[in-house]
DNA sequence: ATGAAAGCGCTAACAC
DNA sequence: GTGTTAGCGCTTTCAT
């Protein structure tokens, strides 16, 4: 790499005789620069192609304006839609984003982890991996007091801010509604249940199925990681069942679409033979046939709140209680997948 | 902020009684370190909480490890899968990432490069915005010699690296097979022309009907931003064409996706009365129904091309020459919606 | 194999 | 309103 000799503000000082101390005040607006020296100072910076070095500043002032993300996976519209959200609000607000994946594996998400520690973020939002056990690899965070803030996939056993939505009421409604619709035989495809979100909206699932007098069947269950792959593989064990559901609450829009496919092709109908709901409203949901009943997640919204959160902590506006859980609403959408079963009770 | 006093390697150095340089040395795996000296060290930085301090580092290297990355927005299939393959390879190189949006607006595009540019990013990988006419923003870049790439979205008149795909081969492709199943009025849903990557597939659409004698029609050409709700717009306005085009060419699936939903909802049948070929082969190519003819565009591989370029050329593994642009594989993939058209002339 | 020392560019406390 | 000064923590000659 090329090494150009950079403008210092020794080099805008000297030329313009006058401090260091002048033009660094000036150049970060200080109140204290007359309007003259001002006006002279960015002229000159402008006109000498100076930058302002930002590890010099970092390291004089002990902060970075550098806001840490470590996400399961880049490439899922629900966390694409978080991203933008945080990037909004943290770009509004002046800090940076440093943004890696953990590729659902908790190993690469401790070496990200240790990554966002050594470059001093002043703050971080994670969500966890698929099969991440235990957060101790955040200590170092806490230890030093900088702020980690969890969104969708959290942790219920640190003392640390969790942005989520009710996942277990969600479950339920999603559930009550099959049953609702007359569903008596209710599957359910959903990911690793280390994870709240998958862990809450089955025990949602499971609720709504014992108040209804339906019992769990853990051969109803099905958990794998909601790839395209599994997704397939899902459809095809539920199509093998002696006693085949009637209904599926699938907590991933994508698996839902895809698991629909495979019941189309089998030759089923959708809803009559197979009611399905499934999760977090992509546009995918809107475009498949029947159009998808599911559950509205505001993936950008949370980014937004997550990070607003995180600024205003680290900008005092606001402390970042010790335990303190955020709930977001979201509610079920009804649509076609899922509407006027044939055993419809009621 | 808290601010807890950070371990240093003079407190590492005093407490083993050695010297900075020599815990510096040892801690960047310097060879010319016994391995006593470097266990020792390493015990020590371990027990005492040390983390190394990446601008001061930074600060004293010149270098910052980090890769600026500037897409049009991160909630989209395409661009999310493309980080994804920026983001591993930055990760295994050791490299950030620090990514920011545009949306696909030119002044936050500005915006986004000064911030890089301060930022000192080594290298910096950019899909331009929409609107974006002008590329002085990265001439600071330039000047100092920071190598920037360009990925999908990029400009031909900058003698810079790009990596692309040949959209006009896709568009011509595209419309070449639409043609081959009888279509005789060709629609083209795209967007912003000032963007190489829609200029381009219109320059092989309207290739491909010269050379198939078909005349192109300026009515039959919709230029949009390829969201939800112009799609929508575009579908209807296809609908209240005098001379309903019999097959359309839509450089984006999720709008082509929601175009057949329109379609078929007011009553054609797909691809019967209208044929149609989408552009990414999104996940929702394979769902919808019937499934959707599609160009594939490798998104997660043109990200690990991009990174790996960048990277091998801040490694000095190998230079960026001043004009190489990247052309990966695309093809199409012939579904549903497109054959067998009831016109076909063969 | 190790140490001494200079300096990367900036900021803030203190002086005037 | 402006200047002086002392580091922030690290790397890297140049010695030894």
Chains 1, 2 share one sequence.
């Not at 440093?98 to 998400?109: F, G, L, T, V």
Request: glycine share 4%; hydrophobic share 40%; net charge positive.
């Amino acid at each position: 790499m090329k090494t150009i000799q950079e403008v210092t503000i020794y080099d805008i000082a000297r030329k313009l005789k006058v401090s260091p101390a002048t033009v660094s005040r000036s150049l970060s607006n200080h109140p204290a620069v007359s309007k003259k020296t001002r006006k002279r100072i960015a002229d000159a910076a402008k006109s000498m192609g100076y930058r302002s070095n930002l590890f010099a500043s970092n390291l004089r002032k002990q902060r970075t304006n550098t806001l840490g993300v470590i996400v399961p996976k880049l490439n899922s519209n629900f966390v694409s839609s978080v991203l933008a959200g945080i990037e909004k609000v943290a770009n509004q607000s002046g800090y940076n984003l440093i943004i890696s994946q953990s590729q659902e594996n908790e190993k690469k998400e401790i070496a990200n982890a240790a990554t966002m520690f050594n470059s001093r973020v002043d703050g971080l939002i994670v969500s966890l991996a698929f099969d991440t056990k235990d957060l101790s690899h955040f200590d170092p965070f806490f230890d030093k007091g900088i702020p980690v803030i969890f969104f969708d996939r959290v942790s219920y056993d640190k003392s640390s801010t969790n942005v989520v939505i009710d996942n277990f009421k969600a479950g339920y409604e999603a559930t009550q509604h099959l049953i609702g619709q007359g569903c008596k035989r209710i599957a359910h495809i959903t990911g690793n249940l280390s994870r709240n979100v998958y862990a809450d909206r089955l025990k949602g699932y499971r609720l709504a199925l014992t108040e209804h007098d339906l019992v769990f069947q853990k051969s109803q269950l099905i958990i794998n990681n909601l790839d395209e792959q599994s997704a397939v593989e899902a459809a095809n064990q539920i199509l093998a069942m002696k006693k085949r559901p009637d209904g599926i609450f699938i907590t991933n829009d994508s698996c839902a679409a895809l698991c629909m496919q495979v019941f189309k092709e089998a030759g089923l109908y959708i809803p009559e033979d197979m009611a399905i709901v499934g999760f977090n409203n992509d546009l995918i949901t809107r475009v498949v046939e029947p159009n998808l009943t599911t559950i509205n997640y505001p993936g950008e919204e949370m980014g937004e709140i997550v990070a607003h959160h995180l600024v205003n902590h680290l900008e005092d506006i606001a402390p970042l209680a010790v335990t303190n859980t955020i709930i977001l609403k979201s509610e079920l959408i009804i649509r076609e997948s899922s509407l006027h079963h044939k055993n419809a009770s009621k």
